[in-house]
C-alpha cells in the first residue's frame, strides 16, 4: 500500500493551495479517507475526512469553511484544497485511509508553509 500526498509548498497568508494524495496497491473506493497535519511541537490532528462514494466529508473547526476534501475514486485520487490559509496552517500533511474505527494507512507526508 501507498499513499503519496503532494503539493505542498510556501505560500503567502490569504492564499491557496491544493493538496493530492495518490494511493496504489488498495481497493481505494473500499477506504474512507482523511487528511491530518502536524505542526513543529505538536501533536498530529484530524483535518478533514471523506467517506467511501465522497457524498459526505467532515472537518476540523479550524479549517471548516476553507478547506474543501475530495476523491476521485476512478483516479484513486484525493484531494484537499486551502483557500484562506493563515500561518497557522503551517504543517506537514499526511493522508490517511481508515478501515473500520483506525486510519491504518499512512502517506509520507507533505510540507505546508504559510508566511505570514
Known amino acids: 500500500v501507498q499513499l503519496q500526498a503532494s503539493g505542498g509548498g510556501l505560500v503567502q497568508a490569504g492564499g491557496s493551495l491544493r493538496l493530492s494524495c495518490a494511493a496504489s496497491?488498495?481497493?481505494?473506493?473500499?477506504?474512507?479517507m482523511g487528511w491530518f497535519r502536524q505542526a513543529p511541537g505538536k501533536e498530529r490532528e484530524f483535518v478533514a475526512s471523506?467517506?467511501?462514494?465522497?457524498?459526505?466529508?467532515e472537518y476540523a473547526d479550524s479549517v471548516k469553511g476553507r478547506f474543501t476534501i475530495s476523491r476521485n475514486n476512478a483516479e484513486n485520487m484525493m484531494t484537499l484544497q486551502m483557500n484562506s490559509v493563515n500561518p497557522e496552517d503551517t504543517a506537514v500533511y499526511y493522508c490517511?485511509?481508515?478501515?473500520?474505527?483506525?486510519?491504518?494507512?499512512w502517506g509520507r507526508g507533505t510540507q505546508v508553509t504559510v508566511s505570514s
Open positions: 496497491g488498495l481497493p481505494f473506493r473500499n477506504y474512507p
Open positions: 471523506i467517506n467511501k462514494s465522497g457524498y459526505r466529508m
Open positions: 490517511a485511509a481508515k478501515w473500520g474505527y483506525e486510519y491504518i494507512h
